[in-house]
């Protein structure tokens, strides 16, 4: 029994199989026009042959019937060739391959038997003939369908069995060739069958890993979103397609906001379970009209290819932010990470992807310096912003920073004792070509051009370079910027002016913000660790502005807190800033940290800050950024005057 299920299933079509399926539709396709050809030709030279000697209903009924058989069957094979075919489809037309075997050639014998008894015996040959050639043709045309053919050489056993039947040594001995012949072609249709699957197998395995390597090449496999390849392919194809399709087309870049924390703190296994849950975020923004991919490390690409104003950039870019600042949960901790974005819009008939990044790439970065956890879109009032900025960097490279370069200096000033305790040095750049540049426009270019080493390095000499000449009791406060504070040679390099200047160390105190430390806050605690340890003091800028003052007051080794002019400007009309500095003041003193009030333009708000506790303050009310050479006068000025009402010491 288990024989013959075996020796039947030889006749079916395998249902597990569809790359194979596929192949075989493919195939017989493609040869169907020369088989029902040649069949059609041989049925026409039978009628011929038969014509006047068998009716008429034997010799051209069944020529038209073959012919309208091979005319309807060619054109469906001719659509199978040209379509693209699923597994269904080709399993359908596979057994109906199979039906159609069977009845044709069963019809085709019961034909041929049928035109035996007309003619002589030439004609009776050539019946014979036909028989063994139409079902060889058969075989040979279906090897690639190994069911098929097997049911093609099996109409030749009871062929071969009626022409011995006729009792013709002629016949039979045809017969018996013609039956040999089909035991022959079996066998060669198992082993045409057997190559056939094996070369099928191995072009379905090539083209899976043809599809792996693509996949490998195209999609990053951290996030299992599409990598930097396939943003840029992206990108151009949607550009190229805008005159078809009328899209508008705009860039994203998203950075992610606290990122290395977690990577340092946590390790690089968590860093790894973040961006991937990131990107099944990032997934769910994706639609026919939106592109994202992980373009390296914790940065992003947006694509998004629309009707104008179906996908506003800025809503779209507000979305994702909120999406990524969902909290994370992770093996070792629930963590919190924010996303940057930065976008811009391809101009008219503009082809080329790199001036697009680029401009995204620039509102990105101007929403980082400015505004950290939102999305920036790039305008013409940023390109403008961003013009002066090259303009700055040109400048900056260019100048005779030696020449350039000022330094002016503001007092601090004790209201209790009437006496200044220390300047604040301040930076201005004054370039031939651009005028007087403040130090909130250049200082963050040269952090971001690497200029800005040799440049704290010239102001500190320069800044330097007076303070022996002024009373032992007077200070100097010097700005350490962001990238000064991270940067690993810090502490031997200020070290080094410091000792060139003969400067006590205790009379120097470096200032520090807080946007400054959240770069690389160990490496940053380290270096204000290193200045304290060879005697300079530390001052927290700013102090009230950021988002973790308090953290960061207990963490570090600080010596004094400047409040920030933002509060005390508006002590006198609006009572919770008088509040949030009471509570500064009373913080510092139990701390037992010195505080500095800046920003003091009135006597009234120096005589409100006075009353709360306050004894150190700053601010053009006692007097403006001033010149070095005129800091000596200013002294001689101020020890002869009074704080209030403070004209004596302007200048």
């Known amino acids: 029994m288990r024989h013959l299920v ?39 030279l039978l009628v011929y042959t038969h014509a006047g000697v068998a009716p008429a209903y034997l010799t051209y009924l069944p020529m038209a019937v073959v012919g309208s058989v091979s005319v309807i069957r060619c054109r469906a094979y001719h659509r199978l060739s040209k379509a693209t075919l699923d597994a269904a489809v080709a399993y359908r037309q596979l057994r109906m391959l199979n ?86 072609t079996s066998y060669l249709v198992f082993v045409y069958h057997r190559v056939f699957t094996s070369l099928v197998q191995q072009t379905s395995e090539l083209r899976r890993l043809s599809d792996d390597n ?15 390849r396939s943003f840029f392919s992206k990108l151009q194809a949607v550009l ?39 990107g099944s975020r990032l997934h769910a923004f994706c639609d026919e009209h939106v592109f994202l991919a992980r ?35 992770l093996a070792k901790g629930v963590v919190h990470v924010g996303a940057t974005i930065g976008f811009a819009a391809a101009l008219a008939h503009e082809d080329k992807p790199d001036r697009i990044i680029e401009r995204a790439d620039s509102a990105l970065y101007h929403a980082k310096a400015n505004a950290r956890g939102s999305t920036i879109v790039f305008t013409q009032d940023l390109d403008q912003a961003l013009r002066r900025r090259d303009l700055i960097v040109q400048g900056l490279r260019q100048a005779d920073l030696e020449a350039e370069l000022l330094v002016l200096m503001q007092p601090m000033v004790d209201v209790v004792r009437n006496r200044v305790v220390a300047f604040e040095a301040l930076a201005r750049w004054h370039s031939p070509f651009l005028g007087l540049v403040s130090p909130s ?11 800005i080493q040799p440049i704290t390095e010239l102001l500190l000499r320069k800044a ?56 690389d806050f160990e490496q940053a605690k380290a270096n204000l660790e290193g200045l304290k340890a060879i005697g300079c003091r530390i001052a927290l800028d700013d102090f009230g502005t950021g988002f973790s003052s308090l953290s960061y007051v207990h963490r570090l080794p600080l010596d004094r807190l400047k409040i920030d002019r933002s509060f005390t400007s508006e002590m006198e009309s609006v009572p919770v800033c008088q509040d949030i500095v009471e509570t500064m003041l009373l913080m510092s003193r139990n701390l037992g940290l010195g505080c500095v009030a800046e920003g003091v333009e009135s006597a009234g708000q120096m005589a409100l800050l006075r009353s709360l506790g306050c004894e150190t303050m700053q601010g053009f009310y006692f007097h403006r950024p001033m010149p070095i050479e005129r800091v000596a006068g200013f002294l001689e000025r101020f020890a002869d005057s009074a704080l209030v009402p403070g004209t004596a010491c302007a200048a």
């Open 99 to 184: 039906a159609m075997v069977v009845v044709l050639l069963v019809s085709l014998l019961i034909w041929c038997l049928a035109l035996m008894s007309f003619g002589d015996v030439y004609t009776r040959m050539h019946v014979m003939f036909f028989v063994v050639f139409g079902i060889m043709a058969c075989v040979f045309g279906l090897l690639h369908v190994r069911s098929a053919a097997l049911m093609a050489v099996t109409i030749a056993l009871p062929a071969s069995l009626y022409f011995f039947a006729t009792g013709n040594g002629t016949l039979r001995a045809i017969a018996v060739a013609f039956l040999a012949l089909a035991v022959t």
């Open 240 to 278: 190229g397609e805008r005159k078809e399709s009328g899209f508008e087309v705009q860039v994203g870049l998203i950075d992610l906001d606290g990122f290395k924390p977690v990577n340092d703190t946590y390790g690089h296994p968590a860093g790894d379970a973040l961006l991937r849950e990131i």
């Open 441 to 451: 426009e250049f200082i963050p270019v040269a952090e971001s051009s690497d200029l």
């Open 464 to 519: 330097l370079a007076p303070v022996s000449l002024w009373p032992l009791d007077i200070g100097l406060s010097f700005n350490l910027s962001a990238r000064d504070i991270i940067s690993p040679h810090l502490v031997r390099r200020m070290g080094r002016i410091i000792a060139e200047s003969g400067v006590t160390p205790e009379r120097i105190t470096f200032e520090v913000t807080e946007t400054a430390l959240i770069g």
């Open 6 to 44: 075996t020796f039947l299933s030889l006749f079916r079509i395998a249902p597990d199989r569809p790359d194979l399926h596929i192949a075989q539709i493919k195939s017989v396709s493609r040869q169907a026009p020369l088989f029902f050809g040649i069949m059609t030709l041989n049925a026409a």
């Open 295 to 329: 373009l390296g490390g914790d940065e992003f690409g947006i694509v998004v290819a629309a009707p104008n104003g179906c996908v506003p950039s800025a809503e779209l870019g507000a979305s994702l932010a909120a999406a990524l600042s969902q909290p994370i949960r």
């Open 214 to 228: 693509l996949r490998l090449a195209n999609v990053d496999l951290l996030t299992n979103l599409p990598n930097r």
